[in-house]
């Protein structure tokens, strides 16, 4: 299984961004994809999570009503609209699959692609 992360950048507060993730090899469609970004100095956090199907969608409290989880299962890719931006959305964004359960538990997922940077200037 691959995960790749991409489309992050250097935008302002206010701004939107839309960060992607690219999957590969996933024998199993039905994972739960998950995003957790980690600060620096700061431990990995839920960002958000979004069922096989994409019929469920669940957020972290940070960023609800401010991010949206979609995916495209015939493209293999699953998104992260961010909307809003703030300073303290500045951090590494990962893509994560393989949970079973605890999908706000970073510490559950298998599966890891390499992360993109995000970063948030006033």
């Known amino acids: 299984v691959q995960l790749q992360a991409s489309g992050g950048g250097l935008v302002q507060a206010g701004d939107s961004l839309r960060v992607s993730c690219a999957a590969s090899?996933?024998?199993?469609?039905?994972?739960?994809v998950g995003w957790f970004r980690q600060a620096p100095g700061k431990e990995r956090e839920f960002v958000a999570g979004?069922?096989?199907?994409?019929?469920?969608?669940f957020y972290g409290d940070s960023v609800k009503g401010r991010f949206t989880i979609s995916r495209d299962n015939a493209e293999n890719m699953v998104y992260l609209q961010m909307n809003s931006l703030k300073l303290e959305d500045t951090a590494v964004y990962y893509c994560?699959?393989?949970?079973?359960?605890?999908?706000?538990?970073?510490?559950?997922?298998?599966?890891w692609g390499q992360g993109t940077l995000v970063t948030v200037s006033s």
């Open positions: 994560a699959t393989g949970a079973t359960g605890l999908y706000r538990n970073h510490r559950s997922y298998e599966y």
């Open positions: 090899g996933l024998a199993d469609r039905n994972y739960v």
């Open positions: 979004i069922t096989g199907s994409g019929g469920f969608t």
